[in-house]
C-alpha cells in the first residue's frame, strides 16, 4: 500500500473545466485538488454526472482546462504545445475506457500490438509482446480472432491488453470490469493492482464495481464537480 512517501505522479491544483458559454455554461470540475502516488491504485467513485471521465480527460492531456494547472509525472501539461502533449501521452500513459475502440480488420493481436507499432517497435517484436499479454489476460487462444468473433467480455481484455502492452507509467481506467464477469473481473484488477505496486507507476480506476473496491490503495469520491472526500483503503479491504 502507497504511505504517500512516494512522488506524486498526477498533481492537481484548482482544475476547473467548462463547457458551452454565457447562459448556456456548465461547469463540470470545480476547483480539483487531488494528488495521486507512483506506487498506488487510485478509485475514483462518485454519482454519474459528476466530473469523473472530465477529469481523467484533462489529467490526459486530452481536454484543456480553464483553470489550475496539472502536473503529470513531473511534466506541467498546460506547458506542453499539443504535439509535444500527444507524444508525451503515448510515452508514457495507458487507457482502458468503457468503448473498447478495436480495430475491426485487425486480430486480437494485432489491435494490442498497435500502441508498439506507433512507438516504432518492429512488427514481429511488437506481435510478440502481443501475445504475451494477450495471455496475462486470459486470451492465449484468441490471440488471431477478430474483434467481431470476441464476446463483449473478451473484447474488453483486449483492450486491457492493448493498455498495458507498453507499460505506460500512468495507466487511466475507466470502467474497467463493466464488460466482465465477476471471476474475470478479479483477474483484471489483480492484473492492474500488479501494475499499481510497481514504484514508478500508477493506476487510476473510474468505477461504480463495489466488488473491486478493496484493489485500491486510496478511494475519491468525485461529486457534483468537487473532490469531497478521500478515503485510504486497509490491507483487508475495507475503507
Known sequence: MNDNSQPAAVRARGIVKSFGSGDTQITVLKGIDLDIYLGELLLLVGESGGGKTTLLSAIAG?????????????????????????????????????????????????????????????????????????????????????????????????????????????????????????????KIMELLREVGRSPDRCVIVVTHDSRIFHFGDRMANLTDGRIVNIEQISQEGTA
Not at 510515452?91 to 500490438?113: D, H, S
Not at 518492429?122 to 486470459?138: K, P
Not at 473478451?154 to 498495458?164: E, F, G, N, P, S
Request: positive net charge; hydrophobic residues 45%.
Open 62 to 186: 486530452i481536454l484543456d482546462i480553464n483553470e489550475g494547472n496539472i502536473d503529470v509525472l513531473g511534466v506541467p501539461l498546460s506547458a506542453l504545445p499539443a504535439n509535444k502533449r500527444t507524444r508525451f501521452r503515448g510515452q508514457t500513459m495507458g487507457f482502458i475506457y468503457q468503448q473498447f475502440n478495436l480495430l475491426p480488420a485487425l486480430t486480437a493481436a494485432e489491435n494490442v500490438a498497435v500502441p508498439l507499432l506507433i512507438q516504432k517497435v518492429g512488427r514481429a517484436e511488437a506481435l510478440r509482446r502481443a501475445r504475451v499479454m494477450l495471455n496475462r489476460v486470459g486470451l492465449a487462444d484468441r490471440t488471431e480472432f477478430l474483434p467481431k468473433n470476441l464476446s463483449g467480455g473478451q473484447q474488453q481484455r483486449v483492450a486491457i491488453a492493448r493498455a498495458l502492452v507498453n507499460e505506460p507509467r500512468l495507466l487511466i481506467c475507466d470502467e474497467p470490469t463493466a464488460a466482465l464477469d465477476g471471476p474475470n473481473g478479479q
